[in-house]
């Protein structure tokens, strides 16, 4: 919201501030940085990075919230200037201020996500011509399914964005020591600017001798957040997390389920009587015209998990008939179930109205494990302005029985 200027000020964009915390009775160590755990001692050791000293600190419980830093893919130029990432608060100052910098026109985002897309999408709102490059072969792929991300194609390239799917990057070009050229196997991109989101990596290197680890350098966890060392806990983009569609544990580096850690970790400080409940992956963005928000699975995610699903598709307007068409958008929903006990796993919605809390309720359906014949049944408000008699969750377990032939 900052890069598009509907938030003026950079230093509101924050949960809380250092006094806030104060103020609640937190001690706060700005520019302070802890390089090393030692469990079996109970210490941390601390760098000052104002004074360069370095101390010992002494902890009853620790909970570790290392996060996670932008991936710089690994190919020659990768440290050429004007090559940004979007994390954190100086990255952000930093892109808005290219945003306005005339010297800047080409724009190359590298990763379709959702920080790429809302990166490119900001430096389109700026009038700077913008090449979307991914070796995935949808934008948005991970979270829609092609039905959804194929009106986004075209939001998109009708916004004046350039996409580049399924290509990969192999160099970055410079001249005087500033990025020039973007060259991928299928072709190149002029660019003054590159702006690096292709996902990110667990920020635990300085942690290898302190608690186990996954492969990928994910923090091994239980369901209480407790690590492998005693009364050591971890939360947060740096750990896996119980996925409840699947039944598994990933990773989803999403604000919300760090909260929702780190409040079960306090829980479990003194005594493991908490297990952690499980997250669905709920998320939400808007593009451009579009607002969209997904839970659960999807078809790519289940054929990666190797989940049998079926799913079936509501492709209407949010409205009734006989309500003026300048009240009512076109909408999509698609439900996830599983084909043999009828939970609901999964669920995606878009429309140009703000039809996204919907999510929020299959979030809850799926886990209190609801099937498709409660969702067909359950009840919901009408209101002819609001909605229409059937509203469409109750439409789409309904057209779900009638896919099983059971309505």
Not at 95 to 123: C, M, R, T, W
Request: glycine share 6%; hydrophobic share 40%; proline share 4%.
């Amino acid at each position: 919201m900052y890069l598009e200027g509907v938030v003026k000020d950079v230093n509101s964009i924050r949960y809380m501030t250092a006094e806030e915390m104060e103020r609640r009775g937190v001690r706060v160590f700005t520019n302070t940085e802890i390089t090393k755990v030692i469990p079996d001692k109970h210490e941390v050791e601390v760098l000052d990075h104002v004074s360069g000293e370095t101390r010992t600190e002494a902890y009853d419980k620790l909970i570790l919230s290392p996060g996670a830093n932008p991936f710089i893919l690994p190919v020659p130029g990768h440290d050429l200037k004007n090559i940004e990432t979007m994390r954190g608060r100086q990255d952000t100052i930093d892109l808005k201020l290219h945003s306005v910098d005339p010297d800047i026109q080409n724009v190359v985002v590298v990763g379709g996500g959702y920080i790429g897309i809302e990166a490119a999408e900001a430096f389109a709102k700026a009038g700077k011509k913008v090449t979307l490059v991914d070796i995935i072969t949808r934008p948005l792929g991970v979270y829609l399914d092609k039905e959804f991300t194929d009106i986004l194609e075209k939001e998109m390239t009708d916004n004046g964005m350039t996409l580049a799917m399924e290509e990969k990057v192999v160099e970055f070009v410079g001249e005087d020591g500033k990025v020039s050229k973007v060259v991928t196997d299928k072709g190149e991109y002029p660019v003054e600017m590159v702006v690096m989101s292709a996902g990110v990596r667990p920020n635990t290197a300085w942690l290898k001798d302190a608690v186990d680890m996954h492969p990928n350098g994910m923090i091994k966890t239980d369901e209480y957040m407790r690590t492998s060392a005693e009364d050591v806990f971890a939360v947060g983009d740096a750990t896996l997390i119980q996925y409840n569609p699947a039944q598994t544990t990933v990773n989803i580096a999403l604000a919300t389920n760090a909260r929702r850690q780190g409040r079960y970790a306090v829980k479990n400080l003194e005594e493991a009587k908490y297990p952690f409940p499980g997250v669905q992956g709920s998320s939400a963005l808007r593009v451009f015209d579009y607002k969209f928000a997904s839970t659960g699975l999807n078809d790519q995610m289940a054929d990666r998990l190797k989940i049998k699903t079926k799913s079936v598709l509501l492709d209407q307007e949010t409205l009734m008939d006989f309500v003026p068409a300048d009240m009512k958008e076109r909408m999509l929903f698609k439900l996830v179930y599983d084909p043999e006990t009828h939970a609901i796993l999964g669920a995606q919605i878009m429309s140009k109205k703000d039809l996204t809390a919907n999510i929020n309720a299959i979030s809850i359906a799926i886990q209190t494990k609801f099937t498709i014949e409660q969702l067909a049944y359950a009840d919901f408000f009408f209101q002819p302005e609001f909605d229409t008699p059937w509203n469409l969750l109750n439409m789409a377990g309904l057209k779900a029985l009638q896919q099983e032939n059971e309505a």
